[in-house]
């Protein structure tokens, strides 16, 4: 136990990360605490419904000690450390979406995206699965394995085919409520569907889902274990791995496959039926697997919320893309990397706030008399000497830097001509991807606190949320970027350019 004195600097410390008042009132109960616990935290004035969560909360207190040391250390980490602990997996990540996007960028000229022009709104939707799926089932099986429920052949066996099987049913049933949300967005303009595309559409999301979720479960898994077998913490691989193959992986799947059924639609239409048909009939069996494991389990009664609602803001992105490759193909390389860096930037952000109240607060509870009105500060959010400001305004550092090394690269890995390449085109799009991160952080502190305070577990919840709204901000801001150097005769504002 530390002395008064000591006890004093910590809480003094921590008053430093707090508003005036705040700060005001954990000294108060420093002077005056009694033997209460959490002795220098503010008290919570609780309604009658709330008095059984404090209770609940009274018994699992910890001694006030370790709780300030906890939080000093958590305060006390340095900028510099956080800048070189993002910068490895942010760059591998990115270089994966500079991979995304030269692909894009080739099949845009495939008779798929020509004939299928719905498939764009597609695009969207299915990269966006790697936020949903991907890096969620990396996070859990890092969570499994640090907590020693993957050890034995039988635990890994057990965990890997259930994970597996909600995988494949979360991807079924997304994939499928996203190509009848791109067909009813490609109907609104015209005003008629084309159900031979639907068909052609969904058949091919399917399988594109299917098997993307599959493999990269696959590789997800084996990183995981490979991690654990050197005592290596798999948190800190398995999510950027997810990140950077994910993209890639669904582009490629989605193009060949989706090429092989087109061909397939012009001469035996049964067989974009009967792929439909088997994924609907596949569906129940991995949910049947999925249910002998209880974490699953529990994802497949409450998980589908965040999935279904982040589906829907990806497709609003996808809406956009359509309409943007349309008018500017050049836009295509761009795009998977506008998109990823920002979903990517805030989802760091949102998993270091959601520890933060994980360690040091109950759901549904803020800690420190804090609420909801705090995180509707702009100028806290990023200009106060808080941690969590500190940590966005490292994130931010790394974006300006970090585009400028992913245009080079896609400039590199480019095989056509007339690249965007004017200095009015990276000013513009550098303004671009820093207004697109700094709504996306904003929105984050606000969004994980919100959860958080409804007892929603953030981590399950908020990257979703984030990626998709990533991906409707940023299509939506490039396109605008676009159009804003064809209106000022920018040699980048073309809307044409060669066939690769």
Same mark, same amino acid.
């Given at each position: 136990?530390?002395?008064?004195?000591?006890?004093?600097?910590?809480?003094?410390?921590?008053?430093?990360?707090?508003?005036?008042?705040?700060?005001?009132? %954990?000294?108060?109960?420093?002077? *005056?605490?009694? @033997?209460?616990?959490?002795?220098?935290?503010?008290?919570?004035?609780?309604? @009658?419904?709330?008095?059984?969560?404090?209770?609940?909360?009274?018994? +699992?207190?910890?001694?006030?000690?370790?709780?300030?040391?906890?939080?000093?250390?958590?305060?006390?980490?340095? #900028?510099?450390?956080?800048?070189?602990?993002?910068?490895?997996?942010?760059?591998?990540?990115?270089?994966?979406?500079?991979?995304?996007?030269?692909?894009?960028?080739?099949?845009?000229?495939?008779?798929? =995206?020509?004939?299928?022009?719905?498939?764009?709104?597609?695009?969207?939707?299915?990269?966006? /699965?790697?936020?949903?799926?991907?890096?969620?089932?990396?996070?859990?099986?890092?969570?499994?394995?640090?907590?020693?429920?993957?050890?034995?052949?039988?635990?890994? =066996?057990?965990?890997?085919?259930?994970?597996?099987?909600? %995988?494949?049913?979360?991807? %079924?049933?997304?994939?499928?409520?996203?190509?009848?949300?791109?067909?009813?967005? #490609?109907?609104?303009?015209?005003?008629?569907?084309?159900?031979?595309? &639907?068909?052609?559409?969904?058949?091919?999301?399917?399988? *594109?889902? +299917?098997?993307?979720?599959?493999?990269?479960?696959?590789?997800? %898994?084996?990183?995981?274990?490979?991690?654990?077998?050197?005592?290596?913490?798999? !948190?800190?691989?398995?999510?950027?791995?997810?990140?950077?193959?994910?993209?890639?992986?669904?582009?490629?799947?989605?193009?060949?496959?989706?090429?092989?059924?087109?061909?397939?639609?012009?001469?035996?239409?049964?067989?974009?039926? +009967?792929?439909?048909?088997?994924?609907?009939?596949?569906?129940?069996?991995? $949910?049947?697997?999925?249910?002998?494991?209880?974490?699953?389990?529990?994802?497949?009664?409450?998980?589908?919320?965040?999935?279904?609602?982040?589906?829907?803001?990806? #497709?609003?992105?996808?809406?956009?893309?359509?309409?943007?490759?349309?008018?500017?193909?050049?836009?295509?390389?761009?795009?998977?990397?506008?998109?990823?860096?920002?979903?990517?930037?805030?989802?760091?952000?949102?998993?270091?706030?959601?520890?933060?109240?994980?360690?040091?607060?109950?759901?549904?509870?803020?800690?420190?008399?804090?609420?909801? @009105?705090?995180?509707?500060?702009?100028?806290?959010?990023?200009? #106060?000497? !808080?941690?969590?400001?500190? +940590?966005?305004?490292?994130?931010?550092?790394?974006?300006?830097?970090?585009?400028?090394?992913?245009?080079?690269?896609?400039?590199?890995?480019?095989?056509?001509? @007339?690249?965007?390449?004017?200095?009015?085109?990276?000013?513009?799009? /550098?303004? $671009?991807?820093?207004?697109?991160?700094?709504?996306?952080?904003?929105?984050?502190?606000?969004?994980?606190?919100?959860?958080?305070?409804?007892?929603?577990?953030?981590?399950?919840? &908020?990257?979703?949320?984030?990626?998709?709204?990533?991906?409707?901000?940023?299509?939506?801001?490039?396109?605008?970027?676009?159009?804003?150097?064809?209106?000022?005769?920018?040699?980048?504002?073309? $809307?044409?350019?060669?066939?690769?």
């Amino acid at each position: 136990m530390l002395d008064n004195q000591s006890r004093h600097r910590s809480t003094r410390k921590i008053a430093q990360m707090l508003t005036n008042d705040e700060a005001e009132t %954990i000294v108060h109960n420093e002077v *005056t605490e009694k @033997n209460s616990g959490y002795g220098a935290m503010p008290k919570f004035s609780l309604s @009658n419904s709330d008095k059984g969560l404090s209770r609940d909360r009274s018994e +699992s207190q910890i001694d006030i000690t370790s709780a300030d040391m906890e939080i000093e250390k958590h305060v006390a980490e340095p #900028s510099l450390v956080l800048f070189f602990q993002v910068l490895f997996p942010f760059l591998i990540a990115g270089f994966g979406m500079v991979l995304a996007g030269t692909v894009l960028d080739i099949v845009q000229h495939w008779n798929l =995206f020509k004939e299928v022009p719905e498939t764009f709104i597609l695009v969207p939707a299915l990269l966006g /699965l790697k936020g949903n799926l991907e890096m969620t089932l990396a996070s859990r099986l890092s969570t499994q394995a640090n907590c020693g429920k993957m050890d034995t052949r039988e635990q890994v =066996f057990a965990v890997v085919l259930t994970n597996i099987a909600l %995988i494949q049913v979360q991807a %079924i049933v997304v994939t499928f409520l996203a190509s009848a949300f791109a067909m009813v967005l #490609s109907w609104v303009p015209k005003g008629e569907i084309d159900w031979s595309h &639907a068909a052609l559409l969904c058949a091919s999301g399917l399988t *594109t889902a +299917s098997l993307a979720s599959f493999v990269l479960s696959i590789i997800m %898994i084996s990183v995981v274990i490979t991690a654990r077998k050197f005592n290596v913490n798999p !948190d800190n691989i398995a999510t950027p791995i997810a990140a950077s193959l994910g993209d890639l992986t669904t582009l490629a799947v989605l193009s060949c496959f989706g090429s092989l059924f087109l061909s397939a639609h012009l001469s035996e239409s049964w067989l974009n039926v +009967s792929v439909i048909l088997f994924f609907i009939m596949a569906a129940p069996i991995w $949910t049947i697997i999925s249910w002998r494991e209880e974490s699953t389990r529990t994802i497949l009664q409450d998980g589908w919320s965040p999935i279904i609602f982040s589906m829907c803001i990806s #497709s609003g992105g996808g809406f956009v893309l359509e309409a943007a490759m349309r008018d500017f193909p050049q836009m295509a390389p761009f795009q998977p990397v506008m998109n990823g860096v920002g979903g990517n930037l805030a989802a760091v952000q949102a998993s270091r706030i959601s520890t933060f109240f994980h360690k040091y607060a109950t759901p549904g509870l803020l800690p420190y008399k804090w609420t909801l @009105n705090r995180f509707t500060d702009f100028s806290r959010a990023f200009f #106060s000497a !808080d941690w969590d400001s500190r +940590s966005a305004r490292v994130l931010l550092f790394l974006l300006v830097p970090g585009h400028i090394i992913f245009n080079w690269l896609i400039a590199l890995f480019h095989t056509g001509e @007339n690249l965007p390449s004017s200095a009015l085109f990276t000013s513009l799009y /550098l303004t $671009t991807a820093l207004a697109q991160v700094m709504i996306l952080l904003y929105v984050c502190q606000f969004l994980v606190t919100f959860m958080w305070s409804r007892r929603i577990d953030p981590d399950n919840a &908020a990257i979703p949320y984030l990626t998709a709204l990533g991906d409707l901000v940023g299509t939506t801001f490039l396109y605008l970027a676009f159009s804003f150097l064809q209106f000022m005769h920018d040699p980048a504002g073309q $809307t044409s350019t060669s066939k690769p």
